[in-house]
């Protein structure tokens, strides 16, 4: 199921900036193993198994493939609220995306983008507004 995010009718569109912070470590700088975490050879707490008759299946995956004809910047988001995938990529890139459904997908300088969701290519004009599309994906 693809769903749009724009409203009927007139959209508001802002720009947001991202607050993700990422820690980095200077190459070459000396970083002390955690004592705590397990290594290589270390017994670990054993795991119980599951309770007899109740059958554990993994989260389904969906799969995106996307096209760039044009520059274009795209931001995935999965069911858990984690974004798996967001970059700026150049025309004539390819990407493939795997995920837990619904995806969220927000594809900025959309015209320039091809989107085929599970198999069947997905129509960007249709969620577009000011050259951004947002839809979800399920």
């Excluded at 070459?28 to 955690?34: I, L, S, T, W, Y």
């Excluded at 004592?35 to 299946?57: F, W």
Aim: net charge negative; aromatic share 4%.
């Amino acid at each position: 199921m693809v769903s749009s995010q724009y409203p009927d009718g007139d959209a508001a569109v802002t720009d947001a900036a991202s607050d993700d912070v990422v820690s980095l470590t200077e190459p070459g700088a000396d970083v002390a193993p955690d004592p705590q975490q397990a290594t290589a050879g270390t017994p670990r707490d054993s795991v119980a198994p599951a309770a007899p008759g109740r059958n554990i299946s993994p989260v389904e995956q969906v799969r995106l493939q996307l096209g760039f004809r044009e520059e274009s910047w795209v931001e995935v988001t999965d069911r858990y609220g984690e974004v798996i995938f967001a970059e700026l990529v150049p025309r004539g890139v390819a990407r493939a995306i795997s995920g837990s459904p619904p995806l969220t997908v927000v594809i900025g300088n959309a015209a320039g983008v091809d989107l085929v969701f599970n198999g069947k290519p997905i129509n960007l004009s249709l969620h577009t507004r000011v050259d951004v599309a947002r839809l979800t994906l399920e």
